[in-house]
């Protein structure tokens, strides 16, 4: 491995995932500093992993910037990511910090992207989603691009959204209220009514074809900049689960445009929400599948399958940070697959390696 020696911190290291990055990078012979707002919180991991803590509120930026002056990297889990994004980027802009998030923000990944030019013309790479939101479905979309430069269409698909985090839950409750999905359709970011669309995928787990909704996935933001394909849909498969807590939440949706009852109920979430079991964490199975499809009908498939997406939410961004300190140049907005390179997510472990073969008449872009 290549130097990793400089200084790194971990902001939200009380967190579900952020606890979890900080554990198995002391697991690893690796010392980041360990950030967050709670110092009892983050005193008390500090003190268990014999780290080193520094307690400040991004809601202080001159804190904020003086927390980050001798960082070179921050590995930023603290959402949801609407709020703490913004004021964090501008804090890694002003003192030259490269910044990585765990963010499936589709509003966060377009603002981060905006500021390409600002963060080149400061030395500083703006590193969003990078973990399960979105290594795994960004390096699909580039390994397709690969496959088929002249793709037009992009669908993406995933099993396993499961087991939820307080961190992942409170992000999704800011988007029900709006009911809406997101897709991309001719390079622009379309709002549709949630699991209006259905296709018919084989997501590789041995079922074969099922039926899948749309969601509105970060990839209808990334996959744009990492791959210039101008049409982007997101899907998972279809269960009583999800059709219960979609009739469930349906009257809800007024109160949740209310940002008061949506803090209120973010509140309950994190004092109750722990996030999946460690059975699930250690064991559960993502399979994934992309297709690409270009103006003539020539189509593209690819499937692999990796960890639990919160196990592979912590390697990700270990990955991330170790590539930015080895890689101190880096600069700009950067996807997963942009900043360390279509089939990064093969360098993670227990990830099977992604497999593209063409198809020919398949029904992933017949649209139900």
């Known amino acids: 491995m290549a130097n990793t020696s400089g200084r790194w911190l971990i902001y939200g290291a009380n967190g579900y995932t952020g606890s979890r ?3 198995a990078a002391r697991s690893r012979g690796l010392t980041p500093v360990l950030g967050g707002r709670n110092a009892a919180a983050i005193g008390a991991i500090a003190a268990e992993l014999g780290l080193s803590s520094c307690i400040f509120d991004l809601a202080d930026a001159a804190a904020t910037r003086a927390a980050l002056r001798d960082v070179d990297v921050v590995a ?7 709020a703490t994004s913004a ?3 501008n804090a890694c802009v002003a003192t030259r910090t490269h910044y990585v998030d765990i963010t499936g923000e589709i509003d966060v990944l377009e603002a981060l992207a905006s500021r390409d030019d600002e963060a080149r013309a400061a030395g500083v790479a703006l590193c969003p989603s990078m973990a399960f939101d979105i290594i795994p479905t960004d390096c699909l979309a580039a390994t397709l691009k690969e496959s088929l430069p002249d793709a037009t ?3 993406l698909g995933f099993t396993g959204l499961d087991d939820l985090s307080a961190g992942t839950l409170n992000t999704a409750l800011e988007g029900v ?3 809406m999905s997101r897709v991309r359709e001719n390079g622009r970011l379309v709002e549709i009514p949630y699991f209006s669309r259905r296709r018919r995928l084989d997501f590789g787990d041995g079922r074969g074809e099922v039926e899948a909704f749309n969601i509105p996935w970060a990839d209808v933001a990334a996959a744009y ?7 982007v849909e997101v899907y998972i498969p279809a269960s009583a689960a999800m059709a219960r807590s979609v009739r469930m939440m349906r009257p809800l949706r007024p109160l949740l445009r209310i940002p008061a009852v949506v803090r209120v109920l973010q509140r309950v979430v994190s004092a109750t929400q ?3 079991p460690e059975s699930a964490y250690e064991n559960e199975v993502s399979h994934l599948v992309g297709i690409a499809r270009n103006g003539r009908g020539e189509e593209r498939r690819a499937q692999f399958s990796c960890p639990n997406g919160y196990r592979l939410s912590v390697d990700g961004v270990l990955m991330a940070v170790t590539h930015l300190l080895s890689h101190p140049e880096s600069s700009g907005f950067k996807t997963p697959s942009m900043l360390m390179g279509p089939r990064c997510v093969e360098q993670l472990p227990d990830v099977t390696p992604i497999v593209v073969e063409g198809v020919g008449g398949s ?6």
Do not use: D, E
């Open 87 to 89: 004021p964090m980027a």
């Open 274 to 276: 722990k996030g999946p």
């Open 363 to 368: 029904p992933a872009f017949a649209q139900g």
């Open 76 to 82: 930023h889990c603290a959402g949801p990511f609407s």
């Open 225 to 231: 900049y990492s791959t210039g394909i101008p049409n």
């Open 153 to 155: 269409h992009l669908v």
């Open 21 to 23: 990055i900080a554990r």
């Open 177 to 179: 209220g709006r009911g």
